[in-house]
């Protein structure tokens, strides 16, 4: 017979292995998988596992798809840690890739040829607002009428969604684009710089690292985030300390919102080069499982990332090599955050084998 | 001879390299009342746990009446006949007194039997309880009475009670030793856990001191004194506080007929509430848990900002409708009754926990600085003796009273102008409490205003210059300590006060 019992203390090695584990029960699971549906596993495990990092080229598309989850996982860590239930980075990503849309065909309708460095800036001041507008709506309504903001900034994806249909659908539609629902390629001066010649990965890359690293100096060296922390771990205390609620609401929607923005509009104006109505392939969804395997902690939101890129590349390539269903890569999504809960409850929790008696 | 109801060989528990009980034997008669003694984390608890089934004993064994038994959960001990008031407590916050007795039920039973069955004995041990109140509303005190009638409900065999009397008036825990007594006497074995050594004087026979998880002592209390007792238990006499002398200044914590309408179906309301806190003095109120106390710390904190700016005066400036934050940078400091929490967040270091009221270590744009933040909390845990890693050990991972040490420390470390202490020494070891009361009584004397609600009345006769007693949201007129008597404080916390007081009443 199996027995929990409770820990004296949370284990440290748990926390850490806990998503070790996880990744590994991931990969059984996967691989049973592919056993039974008639796949060779070592090689489907192989196209899924190792592909993405074979060869710099590889690489580099890693580097480009984990940018946009750095972006929004680190904005939801700010949010979870404070207790406040932000599930809709992903329409935070939307409007963040609109209003970078806006700014690229402005761009480019007028011929500007603006430094590189200057539009960057202004490319990601756009997303910022953006994905901060949508977000403050979130807070604005949890603040006022205390409506919940799971179900408020889940809503609003839906909203941005189709808002981003209707623009490219209808006035930002490129006359010459033979009527799909695509604007007009951006040109060079509205992209976002590459980092190496040749390859996709651009300037977003580094900027993500430098977020993560803003996020950390935030959370742990600074009061406010000390304060956004207390008021997710103990409310009553935070209100015994003084600090706000309301304060801490604003302060993670808005950076969260804004983070996600700034990755709507790095992937808007970077590697799609055009708005479309399929800019997001669920990077603002996926960032949450993001955020719980990284631990609610910056860096484990970097590593987390690149994880979680290597399965939606994998789940690209087994398709086109193995001829497996492009679902499977949600299903491993799937299959890893709930192990990782699993798993988790040995952090708090020690196993107990027993003979029946 | 006479077979023990319960007797405990050799028993030991290690929680990973913690020994929280090593080697312990205990054995308790029918019809005995035995005290556990022992400060804490001394490995009462643990002991305690390992009887009721919640524990399983590394090595050592358990015999009840003379059987061996393995007790591999709480629902067997219940069924050999063991009760248990846990100190802390196990009710589910969204459903009434009578609800959480009900589940707790082995046999089934209607729920308005129940009803019946809790008035009942409420009465007849005299503790005041209603059945059809929501746990949420209850303050600690009341929660555990909840717990004492759950208990005896079960008509158990041996009785475990953790702390029983911290929350009851000296006439019923008179009352409530009566009873216990009586219960004895129908052959009932109670284990009864304490810091109080003149109440295990006055209603034990024997007493089993613990010590690191070790016995100590065990022995026949005819022959122990209090600091005898004390020695065993931690190795040193009691500190003594020093002399008092009275010198009250200027008033720098005033509050004017304030009124507060009750939040929450059961919260109290306060009723016209006035008192003064002179710099250099210690002021209590003394009242029974649930009789505004709450409501009136909350007012006073900052954490409730209903009031109207004048009602609450702080150095002369109203402050009514100041945040707790405000209030503390003009030099108001507060210890809440709750440790976890809210005096302290569970899962954060004590560094990071001494943030929610400091702010010496914050630079500009609210930059932390680590090193200033770490000697500050160092500091804080050398000058309080807190028993911690260091300041980076989580908050949880103290014991209650180190906890508390800590949190009452950092608030005196502050060097505020008035301190509020709610509780300051509730489930605190005894050399623990003394230290407590004796940095209250200094930090008066280097001209704070201190404010202690306590219900242990003897607490605040040891350190006050002035008491007021609460009871239904109302607030007596105040009293000269050193000439009100017990009894008279007694009758006071039911309501029983003169109406017209103009002046101060010296009984």
Aim: charged content about 20%.
């Amino acid at each position: 017979m199996i027995r929990l019992e409770e820990r004296a203390a949370p284990s440290l090695p748990f926390s850490a292995l806990s998503p070790v584990l996880a990744v590994l029960f991931t990969v059984l699971v996967a691989g049973l998988l592919f056993v039974f549906l008639g796949k060779d596993p070592v090689k489907s495990l192989a196209v899924f596992l190792f592909e993405p990092f074979h060869g710099v080229r590889a690489l580099t598309e890693l580097g480009l798809k984990a940018t946009p989850l750095v972006l929004c996982s680190l904005g939801l860590v700010l949010c979870f840690r404070a207790n406040v239930w932000n599930i809709g980075a992903e329409g935070q990503f939307l409007l963040g890739a609109i209003t970078g849309g806006w700014l690229s065909l402005k761009v480019t309708e007028n011929g500007l040829q603006l430094p590189r460095l200057l539009f960057f800036l202004l490319l990601l001041a756009a997303g910022f607002l953006g994905g901060a507008l949508w977000a403050a709506i979130v807070a604005l309504l949890r603040d006022v009428f205390n409506a919940s903001e799971i179900l408020v900034s889940l809503m609003l994806v839906y909203v941005a969604n189709l808002f981003l249909d209707w623009l490219v659908f209808g006035p930002w539609k490129d006359p010459n684009g033979f009527n799909f629902p695509q604007t007009m390629s951006f040109s060079e001066f509205a992209e976002v710089p590459r980092l190496v010649k040749g390859m996709r990965l651009n300037w977003g890359a580094p900027l993500s690292l430098v977020a993560a690293l803003l996020v950390w100096l935030f959370l742990f060296r600074t009061h406010a985030g000390v304060k956004l922390q207390v008021g997710g771990a103990a409310p009553l205390a935070a209100r015994y300390a003084g600090f706000s609620a309301r304060a801490a609401l604003w302060t993670v929607l808005l950076a969260s919102g804004g983070l996600a923005g700034v990755a709507g509009a790095i992937e808007v104006a970077g590697p799609m080069g055009q708005l479309t109505p399929h800019v997001s392939t669920g990077y603002g969804f996926t960032a949450i499982i993001v955020a719980f395997v990284g631990r609610l902690h910056p860096l484990g939101a970097i590593l987390a990332s690149l994880l979680l890129s290597v399965f939606l590349i994998g789940g690209e390539l087994a398709q086109s090599r193995v001829g497996l269903p492009s679902a499977l890569t949600g299903v491993f999504q799937g299959v890893l955050l709930f192990s990782l809960l699993a798993w988790d409850t040995l952090i708090q929790y020690r196993v107990r084998w027993r003979a029946v008696q | 001879m006479i077979v023990p109801r319960l007797e405990l060989r050799h028993v030991s528990k290690r929680f990973g390299s913690v020994v929280a009980n090593d080697d312990v034997d205990l054995s308790v008669d029918p019809g005995e009342i035995h005290a556990v003694l022992g400060e804490n984390g001394a490995g009462k608890s643990t002991l305690m746990k390992i009887v009721y089934g919640a524990l399983q004993p590394d090595s050592g064994e358990l015999l009840w009446n003379g059987q061996p038994v393995r007790l591999r959960n709480p629902h067997q001990a219940r069924e050999l006949g063991v009760a248990m008031v846990f100190q802390h407590f196990s009710l589910f916050e969204t459903l009434t007194v009578a609800e959480n007795v009900w589940l707790g039920q082995q046999r089934t039973m209607p729920l308005e039997s129940v009803r019946v069955a809790i008035r009942k004995k409420a009465e007849e041990y005299a503790l005041e309880i209603d059945p059809d109140r929501p746990v949420h509303v209850l303050s600690v005190g009341e929660r555990q009475r909840v717990e004492i009638v759950r208990a005896l409900l079960t008509d158990p065999r041996l009785l475990i009670l953790d702390e029983p009397t911290s929350v009851l008036t000296p006439k019923a825990v008179e009352r409530l030793f009566g009873t216990l007594r009586k219960l004895a006497q129908t052959g009932c074995s109670i284990l009864y856990i304490s810091h109080k050594l003149d109440e295990i004087l006055a209603l034990c026979r024997r007493c089993t001191v613990l010590r690191g998880g070790k016995i100590t002592g065990a022995c026949a209390l005819g022959q122990e004194s209090a600091a005898s007792l004390s020695r065993m238990m931690i190795g040193r006499e009691p500190p003594k506080l020093g002399g008092r002398t009275n010198q009250a200044g200027e008033p720098v914590l005033r509050v004017r007929d304030l009124s507060l309408q009750r939040e929450g179906r059961f919260g109290v309301p306060l009723d016209h509430v006035s008192l003064e806190v002179r710099a250099g003095e210690v002021v209590g109120i003394a009242g029974i848990s649930g009789n505004g106390q709450q409501e009136l710390l909350a007012a006073l904190s900052g954490e409730d900002t209903r009031a109207a700016p004048e009602a609450i005066e702080l150095l002369g400036v109203p402050i009514g409708a100041q945040g707790a934050a405000d209030r503390r940078q003009r030099g108001l400091n507060f210890v809440p009754e709750e440790r976890l929490g809210r005096g302290a967040v569970p899962s954060l270091s004590l560094a990071t926990n001494l943030l929610l009221t400091r702010r010496e270590s914050v630079r500009p744009f609210g930059w932390i600085d680590r090193r200033a933040l770490g000697a500050q909390t160092a500091a804080v845990i050398r000058r309080f003796n807190v028993v911690a890693k260091g300041a980076d050990a989580v908050a949880r991972s103290l014991s209650g009273g180190n906890l508390q040490k800590y949190i009452v420390g950092r608030e005196i470390d502050a060097v505020p102008k008035v301190l509020i202490v709610a509780q300051p020494t509730w489930g605190v070891d005894v050399g623990a409490a003394a230290q407590i009361r004796g940095e209250l009584v200094s930090l008066a004397e280097a001209g704070c205003g201190v404010l202690v609600i306590s219900e242990e009345i003897e607490e605040l006769c040891q350190v006050t210059q002035r008491l007021y007693v609460i009871a239904k949201g109302r607030l007596s007129p105040p009293l000269l300590t050193a000439a009100a008597g017990v009894e008279l404080i007694g009758e006071w916390m039911s309501g029983l006060w003169p109406q017209t007081a103009p002046r101060e009443v010296s009984a």
